[in-house]
């Protein structure tokens, strides 16, 4: 199974024109992060069980898709001298410690390094991804655990609801440090992605190029937020497509947005029962949304701001041109029509 990864991506992308100082901090502390602070959700003086395995699997998911048997070395050695003979054993090295010696290492061209710089955080995508996963897990067992009975022997009945609702107590607890363990970490990462001037940013999985720093902070933020669990999984997909689409400079990235904003719709329609199986195209969905049997979900004139994005900006890209000029947008006409498709998502989303 090949795993899609940050440094295939960006390939054509240039992050970095040489390897220097910054990049040396940002992935000594990426290395800091990658064990059992999140893992599990707080540091120990020793690697865990846990940590170990889930460094293994990201290890081997990236090495494959390197071409590697080993991001670095397996086996350290030792010299040990008895009676006058050296004798060397070898010794392997944890997961961890291979992991964290890929991410410290130094290039042998500083001046030639893209790929190594974007291999590495290629390793930082795959970790925090699969730890995001994996709370995702986590967080749509909660309500199952928390319903399951808990039975107490020899004792009354209102003994039982004590201990019980304490136990859930303490599962909910635990949840919501897990959860906000993560998050932290999460902001940690992009605020260090910032500090050692990568114009990169994490978010519901991948790492991607960031533009602007208020559009990031007023649309993008709270946008990755709103989309980050079902049932809006294709609206997230298809923004991301769409921005990996633009950071490779394809001419279709906002047709991908677009597309977006249409699923946002169409969720919405059907979540809120207006949806009636005779609409032909993205305008009748919005005619949903816009109708006054619904009391007005939508203002007509944002209906028609929202047809203009169909019939405009995503239309002449889902058909095929003929003998006119194939359709394009310039750099800037692409940046807005992402940036308008996340703010009509977040702005619909809100409103339910």
């Known amino acids: 199974m090949i795993t899609d990864i940050f440094e295939r991506r960006y390939a054509a992308v240039q992050i970095r024109s040489r390897y220097c100082e910054e990049d040396r901090r940002f992935f000594t502390q990426a290395a800091s992060m990658i064990t059992d602070l999140m893992w599990l959700g707080q540091k120990s003086d020793t690697v865990s069980a846990t940590s170990e395995q889930n460094l293994k699997e990201v290890h081997d998911v990236l090495a494959i898709e390197l071409g590697k048997e080993f991001l670095s070395d397996r086996y350290w050695f030792q010299s040990i001298v008895q009676n006058g003979n050296t004798n060397r054993t070898a010794h392997q090295n944890s997961y961890a410690v291979i992991c964290k010696n890929f991410l410290k290492a130094f290039p042998e061209d500083l001046e030639d390094s893209e790929s190594w710089i974007k291999e590495r955080i290629s390793f930082v995508e795959l970790a925090f991804q699969r730890r995001m996963n994996q709370i995702k897990t986590i967080n749509l067992q909660l309500p199952v655990l928390l319903s399951m009975p808990m039975i107490v022997r020899n004792t009354r009945k209102l003994s039982e609801v004590i ?190």
Not at 179 to 206: I, M, T, W, Y
Not at 283 to 289: I, P, Q, R, T
Not at 300 to 311: D, R, V
Not at 319 to 330: T, Y
């Open 163 to 352: 201990v019980t609702n304490s136990r859930n107590i303490a599962i909910q607890a635990d949840n919501d440090r897990i959860n906000a363990s993560f998050l932290k970490l999460v902001n940690d990462l992009n605020e260090r992605l910032r500090l050692s001037r990568h114009k990169l940013v994490f978010h519901n999985g991948l790492i991607q190029l960031a533009h602007d720093e208020n559009t990031d902070r007023q649309v993008a933020k709270p946008f990755w937020a709103l989309v980050s669990s079902a049932p809006w999984e294709n609206v997230d997909a298809q923004i991301k497509e769409a921005i990996d689409r633009r950071d490779n400079g394809d001419r279709t990235a906002a047709f991908h947005a677009v597309s977006a904003l249409e699923s946002c719709i169409k969720i919405i329609s059907g979540a809120k029962g207006w949806t009636h199986g005779k609409e032909a195209g993205a305008a009748n969905f919005v005619d949903n949304l816009a109708s006054k049997k619904q009391n007005h979900f939508i203002e007509q004139w944002e209906a028609e701001m929202l047809k203009s994005m169909f019939s405009d900006v995503r239309n002449p890209f889902a058909h095929g041109p003929g003998l006119a000029p194939m359709p394009s947008l310039s750099k800037e006409q692409t940046e807005w029509a992402i940036d308008t498709a996340m703010t009509w998502i977040k702005s619909l989303i809100r409103r339910m």
